[in-house]
């Protein structure tokens, strides 16, 4: 199997599209992973290469799948804000262009690029994102004599902290939320660090805090997602699986089993709330969209 990534760039209502010359097609900027490359960060390396411009990661659109030279071909695709950049011609592309979606879609050669344009055009492009995180390894309960709320990472732990800590600036978080878990913490701090902010205790979002109330968790992290930029959220096992479940129900949305892996993330996407809503009446409240989960990174598939 041949692991590869892209993306949907758009800017200002337009797509952009790049013609490839050894393959004389138009496509979606993409490309195979790097050895011990994340499916995310391929995505964005792979625009920067293919187009010059610097990505935002938003919601996982697709997974496609084609038959390729020398095995299967999976290509994940993400949409992406275009922040910032120029093209100028390449070995890979001699020739970008930025059209409607419409446009676009008439000028790639594949089939699957269509199918892809098709999910990006089914949602507004500027959509609200959080990044849902477990906890890293903490070593196990029993060996820790202490409180467990104050229960630190392990040695695995700092290692997923710090991919965690690579991987999710690929979406550009401004803000960092946790659970009051000393473990839940330092799996984030490192993100809140590198962006110069705090990071902001959620009792709600424990599982002490969340399951006398889940409603009151539910509503809580609706109000994160209404907040200004996007935010990562780090709470525990036995809360996010319930969390995504709740938000997929009132979305009408089928997400099926809810894998939280620690070290793992839930990329959540939202319909942005009206002015003025209220938890009290959720009716014009953020909507989910989508949801896509996101591995630990030391456990990125391999190209």
Known sequence: ???AAGAVLWHDGSVAVVHRPRYDDWSLPKGKLDPGETVPAAAVREVLEETGYRAVLGRHLKTVRYAAFGGEKVVDYFSARAEGGSFEPNDEVDELRWLPVDAAAELVT??????VLGVFTAAPADLATVLLVRHAKAGK???WRGDDDLRPLSAAGWRQAEGLRALLPLWGPARVHSAPRVRCVETVQGVADDIGAGVLLEPGLSEEG????PRAGLDRLLEIVDGVGVPVVCSQGGVIPDLVSA???RAGLPVGEVPCKKGSAWLLAFHRPEPGWSTSDPAGGPRLVSAHYLPSPLASPKP
């Open 1 to 3: 199997m041949i692991r």
């Open 110 to 115: 594949r089939d699957t690029d269509r199918e």
């Open 247 to 249: 938000l997929a129900d």
């Open 210 to 213: 969340y399951w006398p109330d």
């Open 141 to 143: 309960r029993d060996n």
